[in-house]
DNA sequence: CTCCTGTCCTGCCGGC
DNA sequence: TGCCGGCAGGACAGGA
């Protein structure tokens, strides 16, 4: 499910509980997610205090004291829970994962279809770590413009849309957002990524800032400090422009749904794309 | 290199 | 009511 604007309201949630907090237990309560979880992660982590949090792509940084990073991706069902101090913990089926805090606060990782990822790795290691050494810049950084969005698609057979969705290309965008973005930017999901260029290129550039920065401001809009009453951070009812609006009227056109059939629903490379073939082109 | 497919796993929804 | 197929927002490995 989340993408960039869910993992960054997820990691501010996070923040004011972990932010130089000290970690008295971490409990594994099974052997892996996608990946294993480090064999040791339990006994590395007791004691430990956190500096900082930071978000990379779709991860969760959680920078140690000592020099090391506890990282937490969601995947597509993953999410996290806060349970206060004194607050009763009922726990749910799937919650693979807790970290007990010296305050009294214990945050607990949920993950009914275990595509996400917890592992560690020292801060030193981070550049070159597989997961982290091929990902293209930061959507909402100074290192995404259009001449450098440009130059990580020249040459590209694929689609834009499949190309928006390589973590080389940019991080952060995800199948919804990349939908929104190319609809928000006129541009077919079916145009060749190579064939973007110039005014098409800046306005793509401008419109993946634009949906993720609003996805962003409404999710911290929408959450008092980013949290449910149950204690889940960050998701919240979003409503998206084109995705999973098959049929639906497009906000742009003025003409007869009726005729035109509204917004469209096709499949690239095994995910659906959303678009409206009046806008877009 | 690039591109495409298969894969991990559970939950949910619609159709019969 | 229950069963079944299809689908779900990520991202890897492996093969063409």
């Known amino acids: 499910m989340p993408e960039l604007p869910e993992v960054e309201t997820v990691m501010r949630g996070l923040e004011p509980f972990l932010t130089g907090a000290i970690i008295t237990k971490a409990q594994k309560n099974r052997p892996n997610l996608r990946i294993p979880f480090p064999a040791t992660i339990e006994h590395d982590l007791k004691g430990r205090t956190i500096t900082h949090l930071r978000r990379r792509a779709k991860y ?8 090391d990073i506890l990282v937490i991706h969601l995947g597509m069902s993953g999410s996290v ?6 607050q009763r913990y ?4 799937h919650d693979h994962f807790v970290l007990h805090l010296k305050s009294g606060v214990r945050v607990v990782y949920n993950d009914p279809r275990r595509f996400g990822m917890i592992f560690m790795m020292a801060e030193q290691d981070y ?3 597989k997961y982290f050494v091929h990902l293209g810049p930061e959507p909402l950084g100074n290192d995404f413009s259009a001449p450098i969005l440009c130059a990580r698609l020249k040459g590209k057979q694929a689609s834009i849309k499949q190309a928006l969705l390589d973590q080389r290309v940019v991080v952060g965008v995800g199948n919804i957002y990349a939908c929104e973005a190319l609809y928000r930017a ?3 999901p079916m145009k060749k990524a190579g064939s973007i260029k110039g005014e098409k290129a800046e306005l793509l550039v401008q419109a993946i800032r634009d949906v993720l920065k609003r996805a962003i401001k409404a999710g911290g809009s929408t959450l008092k400090d980013y949290k449910h009453a149950d204690g889940s951070l960050g998701y919240f009812q979003h409503q998206f422009t084109v995705y999973g609006r098959e049929k639906e009227a497009c906000q742009r056109c003025d003409c007869d749904i009726n005729k035109t059939g509204g917004i469209k629903r096709v499949v690239q490379s095994g995910r659906s794309t959303f678009y409206c073939p009046r806008k877009q082109n």
């Open 60 to 67: 969760i940084l959680i920078h140690l004291k000592g020099g």
């Open 81 to 86: 829970s806060i349970i206060e101090k004194g």
């Open 90 to 93: 009922n726990s749910q089926t």
């Open 186 to 188: 006129g541009i077919s």
């Open 127 to 129: 550049a070159s770590h």
